[in-house]
T-cell receptor, first 112, second 112 residues
Framework: NAGVTQTPKFQVLKTGQSMTLQCAQD?????MYWYRQDPGMGLRLIYY???????DKGEVPNGYNVSRLNKREFSLRLESAAPSQTSVYFC???????????FGAGTRLSVL | QKEVEQNSGPLSVPEGAIASLNCTYS??????FFWYRQYSGKSPELIMS????GDKEDGRFTAQLNKASQYVSLLIRDSQPSDSATYLC????????????FGQGTRLTINP
């Protein structure tokens, strides 16, 4: 039982390159989330998916797209990376009305 | 804009003392409140959840909620050096969407 798994753990991109961050959960949760965390700041929601087949914007969606591939997987895509997207990205999942969220280990992304 | 505010610290507490962490939130309709602990370079992990006014105790941790004052706190008794981390307050805002809003986190250091 791995919980929430993110790949890759580290990535360096050049400005304008694209990439997809992968997230998978094995807890049979309906809801999944993508956050970014910048130094000295809390977690900011990029996109979330309340259930398979649905996605919605969070607080900072510009420059990102998401795909809820199936119940287990929720990917985050940067189409044209910018230095402002240098951050640590966390995926999370939750189930139930209490919305207790469980986090992956994170992806550390640098855009040069 | 629904907000969650924390004192970013750093908060320095001697070993064995009580550490007190505070959080205020803006949305009166909020129903669920969480404290996450995040060690440097790691992902957030849930340590406490609270849903009703009053105190909730779990081992050395006590969460306190006052909905009238829109205030939630975390007390750590008999603080240990292993408690040194950033503590994130998260609030499940009202309005139906299952989204958490995080504070910026309080960095706690326990001095031996």
């Amino acid at each position: 039982n791995a919980g929430v798994t993110q790949t890759p753990k580290f990535q360096v991109l050049k400005t304008g390159q694209s990439m997809t961050l992968q997230c998978a959960q094995d807890m049979n949760h309906n809801s999944m989330y993508w956050y970014r965390q910048d130094p000295g700041m809390g977690l900011r929601l990029i996109y979330y998916s309340a259930s398979e087949g649905t996605t919605d914007k969070g607080e900072v969606p510009n420059g990102y797209n998401v795909s809820r591939l199936n119940k287990r997987e929720f990917s985050l895509r940067l189409e044209s990376a910018a230095p402002s997207q240098t951050s640590v990205y966390f995926c999370a999942s939750s189930e139930g009305g209490e919305n207790i969220q469980y986090f992956g280990a994170g992806t550390r992304l640098s855009v040069l | 804009q629904k907000e969650v505010e924390q004192n970013s610290g750093p908060l320095s507490v001697p070993e064995g003392a009580i550490a007190s962490l505070n959080c205020t939130y803006s949305d009166r309709g909020s129903q669920s409140f969480f404290w996450y602990r995040q060690y440097s370079g790691k992902s957030p992990e849930l340590i406490m959840s609270i849903y009703s006014n009053g105190d909730k105790e779990d081992g050395r941790f006590t969460a306190q909620l006052n909905k009238a004052s829109q205030y939630v706190s975390l007390l750590i008794r008999d603080s240990q050096p292993s408690d040194s981390a950033t503590y994130l307050c998260a609030v499940n805002m009202g309005g139906g969407a299952q989204k958490l809003v995080f504070g910026q986190g309080t960095r706690l250091t326990i001095n031996p």
